[in-house]
């Protein structure tokens, strides 16, 4: 069973490929968005690393956001047509659950916040050491962010959190398209697509390019 996952949801490109023990990490750095150009190099890439071909692909995996919306846009048509094309499972997921991975604890609930734009953000709450949103918003504004309790929580961003989010205490972390290959599809059952087309979850856009 050969796995790909796609991340495009910020300023760099990033793709997981696992193919039965073997697997390899392609990201690209940019000081902006430019997935539309390198997203398929670096599939062409990954799958000569593997001695693999397009066809062996058996399952896809793509961030659904939040993020910025033009960015997610081309990992996630990329990977619907690959999806429709090679006739294989696609799950849509949102960087929530990646960033929950990255940060879940035992002893405490995780808080995912992420800037947006215009004083607003996305969060989520997670039970503790568990993939369970308990409580969330999409577009959510600072005077309400305020009244989440954030006490007694790991509190997780990612690399662009503003100075208002680190202030709080929230600590960066840079999301790769292997976060998202990492995580156990049973436990997920919320803000997961399963059919084409995969939609970013967003209707908004990240400013990026700052």
Known sequence: MSILSIDTSLKNTS??????NDSTNKILLSDKPNHF???LP???DAIKELEINLEDISQIRVNTGPGNLMSLRIGITVANVLASNLHIPIYGISSFYAYNFLAKNDLKDVIVAIYIRNNKYSFARFKKNTNIISEYDLRISKDNFKDVNIRNSVLISDILADEYLLNLGFQKQNLTAENFNNLNMDEINFFIQNAVPIKPINDHSYVVNN
């Open 15 to 20: 793709i997981n490929i696992i193919s039965g």
């Open 37 to 39: 150009e390198v997203l």
């Open 42 to 44: 670096l599939l062409n």
